[in-house]
Structure formats: structure tokens, C-alpha cells
């Protein structure tokens, strides 16, 4: 039935569901299918010692794939925070998400699978300070400016692109330091100076990828400042036909939480079905 999702309806429905920012949705789900991939590929190698999957660590995935695809994520991120009424309720709810994500992998850490260490933060950590991070630069700049109309405030549109920009060039700079002579402590980690010696996983730092996340945000107002499509003539026909990856991309959220444990319950499952 999901497949036919954009031919069931009728009228007014059937032309707000063509003017939505589709688009959006499909890149994002895309991208969640091969991250899924990747996890399973990862928790395959890592459980089951198949040395074929080995490539899955490498240099030239992590550069190549792995980092780009984590960017334009970010990215998308942005240009959906863009178009949410409330980030603040948004972010803190995603906060929640991210803090039960550690609390968990904690939890395995201690007392099931020790040395894999403990997702103290990565994608989700990022996405959603940087959503709080938005949404106070959004209360900030509409303080200080008399004119807060979405079309006319090229202002915060203006501080978003420096803000991000400044913040992608100081991961850089970041980047060329050793890591093991960085100043590190648990109040740096966020940032990307976390304590030396720390087992983790997933790590992802607000530097550079809020400067990614605040980017999208402004270019979410620039492109899309009426919310609707770029890309009206797409016919519904298709979009019947790419509904189940523009639901996955909607609900992004949901598969990424749910996704590791499920692919870790299957591994582990095959793991034992083969007496591994």
C-alpha cells in the first residue's frame, strides 16, 4: 500500500502532497539506506570476524563515502531545521533521543560487550545541539531586527553562512593538530578535544559539522523561502514509485534509532544460528 501513498489522494491533498519539499526527503532516505548498509556491514565484521568485510574499516571509506555522505546529511538537516516552527522543542526532543543512545551503549559497554566503547556523541548528538544552536541564533538575530519576515531577514541568512563557514574552516584547523596532543576533557569532547584515551564510537564533533548544519540552514531559506518543492513538475506517477525511500527519509529519526539495535539483533542472531 505504500506505493500508492501519492496516488490515494484526492484535491487539496493531492496538490499538498505534490508542493511538499519531497526532494528533501528523498536524498535524506537515500542516504539512511546506505548508513543502514554500513552498520550492518560494520556489526557483520565486527561479531562475526569475517575478514572479507575488513575493507568497512578503511582509510579510503571512512574519506571517501563515509565522511562526505555524513556531510550532506548535516546539510539536509539544515535546510529541514529551516523550515521547522519550533527547533527549540524539536532539538530538546532529539537531545532525549541522543542521550538514551549513550545511556545504552554505555550500559553494553560495562556489562555485555566491553572495548567496543560508548557512542558519547556522534550524527544525532550533532544534529540536535545544532538545531538548539539554530534556534537560539534565530531568537537572537529577530531580537536585535525589527523586520523578522522569513523572506525579508537576509540578516540571520547572512550570520548563518559566516557563522558555518567559520566554523567548517576551525575543524580544519582542528584536523591538522595531532590527536594525541590535543588539550582534551569531557567538557571539550562535543567540540572535538575529547579526554585522552577515550574508547569511542561513532564520534562526530560539533566541529566542523555545525558549521555544515548551519550552512543547510541558510540554504534551506534561500532556496526554499515559500517551503515548497523545486521541482513542482515531478509527476505523481514517480513519486509513487520512490514513496518508500521518501518515507524513510520523513522519518529519519525513527530508522536511524531503531536501525543499530535491529541489525545487532540480527548479527547476533546469525552468530549464534552458526554456532560462531
Known amino acids: 500500500m505504500l506505493k500508492y501513498r501519492y496516488l490515494l489522494g484526492e484535491g487539496a491533498e493531492m496538490e499538498k502532497q505534490h508542493k511538499r519539499v519531497f526532494e528533501i526527503d528523498l536524498v535524506r532516505g537515500f542516504i539512511l539506506i546506505l548508513v543502514v548498509a554500513y552498520h550492518l556491514v560494520y556489526d557483520l565484521y565486527e561479531f562475526l570476524q569475517l575478514e572479507s568485510l575488513s575493507f568497512i574499516r578503511s582509510l579510503e571509506l571512512d574519506l571517501f563515502l563515509r565522511l562526505p555522505f555524513l556531510g550532506v546529511l548535516i546539510l539536509i538537516s539544515g535546510i529541514s531545521c ?17 542521550a538514551a543512545f549513550t545511556a545504552v551503549t ?19 548528538h550533532v544534529v540536535s545541539v545544532s538545531t538548539l544552536i539554530y534556534a537560539l541564533i534565530v531568537r537572537l538575530v529577530e531580537k536585535f531586527q525589527v523586520d523578522s519576515d522569513r523572506k525579508g531577514n537576509h540578516t540571520l541568512t547572512v550570520v548563518l553562512i559566516v557563522s558555518g563557514l567559520y566554523i567548517a574552516w576551525a575543524g580544519q584547523l582542528v584536523s591538522s593538530l595531532l590527536f594525541q596532543t590535543r588539550p582534551g576533557s569531557w567538557w571539550l569532547l562535543p567540540l572535538g578535544f575529547p579526554p585522552q584515551g577515550l574508547v569511542m564510537m561513532d564520534y562526530l564533533p560539533l566541529i566542523p ?5 548551519l550552512i543547510g540552514a541558510a540554504v534551506g531559506r534561500l532556496s526554499y523561502p515559500d517551503q515548497v518543492t523545486r521541482f513542482p513538475g515531478v509527476s505523481i506517477r514517480l513519486l509513487a514509485r520512490l514513496s518508500p525511500i521518501i518515507w524513510i527519509g520523513r522519518h529519519s ?6 536501525h543499530q539495535p535491529l541489525a545487532l539483533l540480527l548479527v547476533l542472531g546469525l552468530k549464534a544460528l552458526l554456532g560462531l
Open 82 to 98: 529551516s523550515f521547522s516552527r519550533n527547533n527549540l522543542r524539536r532539538g530538546g526532543r532529539m537531545l532525549l533521543y541522543s
Open 106 to 124: 554505555y550500559l553494553l559497554e560495562h556489562w555485555l560487550w566491553p572495548g567496543n566503547g560508548v557512542i558519547w556523541f556522534n550524527i544525532i
Open 209 to 213: 559539522w555545525l558549521g555544515f548544519f
Open 253 to 258: 529519526l525513527l530508522v536511524y534509532v531503531l
